[in-house]
C-alpha cells in the first residue's frame, strides 16, 4: 500500500482523513502545526506524526509515494483553525514533492475559490496559483474543490463533477475527507480539477465517473 503524508492533518478534515487512510491499510505521517497534536494524530491512527516547520522540508517526502494537502489549512497556524492559506508555502510543498520523488498529489484546494463572492481579479490569482503551479508540475494530481464545509455526519453519498451547477452547496468534514482517500488510486480523479457536494452517488463510483 502507498505511504501517504498528510498535511494539514490538526484540521478535523485532516483527523478524518487519517482516521480512514488507517481503516484503508495506509501507513501515513501526519504533519502537524504544534507539538500538542501529535499524540492526537497517533491516536486517530497516524502512523507517524511530526511538527510542520520549513526546515524538515528538503527532507519531508522522502519515503512517501503520496501526498493529501489540505490547502484551507494553513501548516503555519498554531491553533489548528481554518485561517488564510499561505500560498508560498503550498507552493514550496508542491517544488519540494515533485523533487523528492512523490508521484501522486491529491490537493484540498479553496472552497470553490473562483466563484467566491466579491473577490477581484488579483485575489482570485492569488488563490489559484498553487493549483495551476500543481497542473503543471509532473506529479500525478487530483485537485478538488469542496462546497461549504459542514461538521454534519458523512453518509458517503456526494456530487462531484467538473463545474457542480449551483453556488449553495455544502459537504461534509467526513464526506470530504473519504473523498481525497478515496481519490488517491482513482484513475479517474488523476490529473482533474473537480468540485464536490453531498450528493447522491457513494465516493467511489461519483470519482469513478469523472
Not at 503524508?5 to 485532516?14: D, E, F, W
Not at 488507517?22 to 511538527?51: D, F, H, P, W
Not at 473577490?119 to 487530483?142: C, F, V, W
Request: aromatic share 4%; hydrophobic share 40%.
Amino acid at each position: 500500500m502507498m505511504k501517504v503524508i498528510v498535511i494539514g492533518a490538526h484540521s478535523s478534515i485532516g483527523e478524518f482523513v487519517v482516521s480512514k487512510l488507517m481503516g484503508n491499510g495506509y501507513t501515513s505521517c501526519a504533519v502537524v502545526s504544534s507539538e500538542n497534536q501529535i499524540e492526537l494524530l497517533k491516536k486517530r491512527g497516524a502512523t507517524e506524526a511530526v511538527l510542520y516547520e520549513e526546515t524538515i522540508l528538503p527532507t519531508l517526502f522522502q519515503g512517501y509515494d503520496a501526498a493529501i494537502y489540505l490547502t484551507g489549512i494553513n501548516p503555519k497556524a498554531r491553533a489548528g483553525r481554518t485561517v488564510m492559506v499561505d500560498h508560498e508555502s503550498v507552493i514550496e510543498t508542491v517544488k519540494e514533492a515533485e523533487k523528492q520523488g512523490v508521484k501522486r498529489f491529491v490537493m484540498m484546494s479553496a472552497i470553490m475559490a473562483n466563484e467566491a463572492a466579491g473577490d477581484d481579479s488579483r485575489e482570485i490569482g492569488a488563490k489559484e496559483m498553487p493549483d495551476e503551479l500543481l497542473r503543471q508540475s509532473n506529479l500525478t494530481y487530483t485537485i478538488i474543490q469542496p462546497g461549504a464545509l459542514t461538521d454534519k455526519p458523512g453518509d458517503g453519498k456526494i456530487s462531484a463533477a467538473e463545474t457542480l451547477d449551483s453556488n449553495e452547496l455544502e459537504i461534509s468534514r467526513e464526506d470530504m475527507a473519504e473523498v481525497l482517500v478515496v481519490s488517491l488510486e482513482t484513475e479517474a480523479a488523476f490529473n482533474k480539477t473537480f468540485e464536490v457536494a453531498s450528493g447522491d452517488t457513494a465516493v467511489n463510483k461519483a470519482l469513478a465517473s469523472l
